[in-house]
């Protein structure tokens, strides 16, 4: 069975950081290029990064670049996301995203002093 | 790569045909469109992958198809529990875009 568990969201002030983890199953996770997708409530889901099967290509959106890296752990079947100097607009539900694979349940950020 | 989805909203009967549209700014490869549906408080759940094949799970009554710039999202009989907001997304080209989603009343 396919299992896509993001987890790592909570509460943080503006300039603050967090890491997102995501633990996958069930497929062959080094063989998928995966994204961060986040989405908040009544909008369309916005994509955030992605890395290749491998970890050496990365592509970010452009409000995100510089403060924050996508990486993964093929030998944990892992994904991360570390997100530094946060600000009040990155507040969302953040979902990890195998190309062609269902995401599972996402991890609440929320930026807010 | 822009995606427009059409109709914002579709309002039909159990029974009938709904057919969803996403174009794109320009041409995107197949195996790279795949349609979601959002039902309110959950995740976005994978219908379809590589423009017309369904994911583990899904009903028959949901087909995908499509190239080009133009990709089509048919639910062929619906049923009430296929009231939801429908999502194409692209990652032929970063960045990877959605559509801005087309909702079916039923």
């Known amino acids: 069975e396919v299992q896509v568990v993001a987890s790592g969201g909570g509460l943080v002030q503006p300039g603050g950081s967090l890491r997102l983890s995501c633990a996958a199953s069930g497929f062959t996770f080094s063989t998928y290029w995966i994204s961060w997708v986040r989405q908040t409530p009544g909008k369309r889901p916005e994509w955030v990064a992605n890395?290749?099967?491998?970890?050496?290509?990365?592509y970010y959106l452009d409000s995100v670049k510089g403060r924050f890296t996508i990486s993964r752990d093929n030998a944990k079947n892992s994904l991360y996301l570390q997100m530094d100097s946060l600000r009040v607009e990155d507040t969302a539900m953040y979902y990890c995203?195998?190309?062609?694979?269902?995401w599972g349940q996402g991890t609440l950020v929320t930026v807010s002093s | 790569i822009v995606l427009t989805q059409s109709p914002g909203t579709l309002s039909l009967s159990p029974g009938e045909r709904a057919t969803l549209s996403c174009r794109a700014s320009?041409?995107?490869?197949?195996?790279?469109v795949v349609w979601y549906q959002q039902k309110p408080g959950q995740a976005p759940r994978l219908l379809i992958y590589d423009t017309s094949s369904r994911a583990p799970g899904i009903p028959d009554r949901f087909r995908g198809g499509g190239s080009g710039t133009d990709f089509t999202l048919t639910i062929s009989t619906l049923e009430p529990e296929d009231s939801a907001v429908y999502y194409c997304?692209?990652?032929?080209?970063?960045?990877?875009?959605f559509g801005q989603g087309t909702k079916v009343e039923i």
């Open positions: 320009q041409s995107v490869r197949t195996t790279s």
């Open positions: 995203a195998p190309n062609r694979v269902d």
């Open positions: 997304q692209q990652f032929a080209d970063s960045p990877n875009t």
């Open positions: 890395i290749n099967e491998v970890g050496d290509i990365r």
